[in-house]
């Protein structure tokens, strides 16, 4: 293997000790910062995703408050209750942050509860204004996967400007918002999907090439020129275990950089969207 890794796990206990000297300075400043997570029904991956942002809260010193609204199977007073909720912690001085768990239950109006939340309380980064603030440069929460991909290249020493950066994938919640967060960096960037043609002529020229399709075997190793850096954000879960967009072995004999599925995107996500928590209290009560 030629290439070094961009090791998430790594960067993300830096990141950790970082959020916890936050933490206390707000302390000081007389405000706790708290998480508000909602779950809606009783999904058993949504629980474990929960628990897991539980744990980072407590290692490192922020508050975590879970409600868990019960599906009944009467979509429109589950709806008018989470609506209500959002409501009540919008209002709440003391919740830094309101995480709802996606994916909703069928029937519950995403647009919608999106667009309740107070946009800086919003630590996926995905109502409607925080979107908006995306795609006009302005500041705001980001989701935390596309920041992932970002935060590994530059606490990497990538520099992006005048790089030509390939992102494979244009969902919402990784490729298309990651697209308009690099551009902040200068770099050209090209975008390719299920319609391109010919995926491996394209990431071919690409200085930086970033996978977020979910399809693993999809980046072999003579789709990327020699050099490159890789950012793998794919996860599929298989019997083997998580699996990226990337064919590890193929792809790092090539690659400058790369990294790995699990240990690099997603092991950041978390402490990234915790780090969400303070960005808001700082657009709220000033830094
Ligand atoms: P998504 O909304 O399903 O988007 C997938 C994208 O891949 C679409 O734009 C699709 O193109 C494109 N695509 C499908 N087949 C392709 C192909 N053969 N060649 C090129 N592009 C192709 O998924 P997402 O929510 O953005 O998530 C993407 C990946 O990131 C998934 O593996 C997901 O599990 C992972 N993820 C990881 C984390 C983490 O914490 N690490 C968090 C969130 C998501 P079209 O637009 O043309 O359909």
Redesign the pocket.
């Known amino acids: 293997m030629a290439a070094g890794i961009l090791d998430g796990k790594n960067l993300a206990y830096i990141i950790k000790e970082e959020i916890r000297a936050e933490v206390v300075a707000w302390q000081l400043r007389g405000h706790t910062p708290k998480l508000a997570v909602v779950l809606l029904g009783e999904d058993p991956a949504s629980q474990a995703y929960v628990a897991a942002k539980q744990k980072v809260c407590r290692e490192i010193g922020m508050a975590c408050d879970v409600y868990f609204l019960a599906d009944s199977g009467d979509k429109d007073s589950l709806q008018t209750d989470l609506l209500a909720l959002i409501q009540r912690l919008n209002a709440d001085g003391t919740v830094g942050g309101i995480l709802v768990e996606m994916p909703l239950p069928v029937g519950i109006n995403k647009a919608l509860v999106l667009s309740s939340l107070d946009p800086d309380k919003d630590v996926d980064g995905m109502s409607p204004i925080n979107r908006g603030r995306i795609l006009s440069g302005e500041q705001g929460l980001v989701p935390a996967?596309p920041m992932?991909c970002l935060e590994l290249l530059v606490r990497s020493g990538v520099r992006l400007a005048g790089k030509h950066v390939v992102v494979?994938?244009?969902?919402?919640?990784?490729?298309k918002p990651l697209v308009y967060m690099l551009l902040r960096h200068n770099p050209t960037v090209t975008i390719?999907?299920?319609?391109?043609r010919d995926?491996g002529e394209v990431t071919r020229l690409g200085d930086v090439v970033i996978t977020?399709?979910?399809?693993p075997g999809?980046l072999r190793g003579d789709m990327v020129k020699s050099g490159a850096v890789v950012v793998d954000?794919?996860?599929?879960p298989t019997p083997d275990g998580l699996r990226g967009d990337a064919v590890f072995d193929e792809v790092a004999e090539v690659a400058s950089l790369i990294s790995p599925v699990p240990g690099g995107?997603?092991a950041l996500?978390t402490v990234l969207l915790l780090r969400n928590v303070l960005f808001g209290m700082q657009r709220r009560f000033g830094s």
């Open positions: 996967t992932s494979v994938g244009r969902g919402e919640t990784v490729g390719c999907h299920s319609f391109t995926l977020a399709v979910g399809k999809l954000a794919g996860t599929t995107v997603g996500t």
